[in-house]
């Protein structure tokens, strides 16, 4: 039997190593924190993108009564960015937390569901995201685009 080994590349530093433009994005994810709507989980999670003509765009997380109406503050994020940017490529993606506590001191990363919602949209504008996983101890800094956070995904190449 053959092994094969998947390999993920992550650059880890913090906030002030990164690029004043990376820093850019990063804050506007972690100001659209406060608008969470994290009722029921308390957890408020933002998120930010950065479009190909510079546009950053924001979101949160929305919780609802009946839970699976809810959605990520990844998805709120892209869904809104390409309804009303369906031509401009999302080129980066911050993410950041916080809890009553404050915010997360190790990097948060995006669930399974919003993995596969960010690899569409790296199919759909055939561009890598940048991703930068938010902590305050540190960051990760995805530079190759979500395959790293989801080895042997499925996509649309199957469906042909
Ligand atoms: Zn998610």
Do not use: H
């Not at 959605?71 to 916080?98: G, H």
């Amino acid at each position: 039997m053959k092994e094969i080994t998947l390999q993920t590349n992550i650059k880890v530093c913090t906030i002030d190593e990164l690029s004043a433009q990376d820093r850019e994005i990063v804050e506007a994810a972690r100001k659209a924190t406060a608008n969470s709507y994290a009722v029921y989980s308390g957890f408020n999670v933002g998120a930010a993108v950065r479009l190909s003509d510079g546009t950053i765009v924001s979101g949160t997380n929305q919780e609802n009564a009946a839970y699976p109406s809810g959605l990520c503050a990844e998805r709120t994020t892209i869904f809104w960015a390409n309804s009303q940017y369906p031509d401009k490529a999302v080129e980066v993606l911050a993410i950041p937390a916080r809890t009553s506590q404050g915010e997360l001191e190790r990097p948060i990363s995006p669930c399974g569901a919003c993995r596969q919602v960010i690899l569409e949209t790296e199919k759909r504008f055939n561009t890598p995201i940048r991703i930068i996983l938010y902590g305050t101890k540190e960051c990760y800094v995805v530079e190759d685009g979500v395959r790293a956070l989801l080895p042997l995904s499925f996509d649309a190449d199957f469906l042909e």
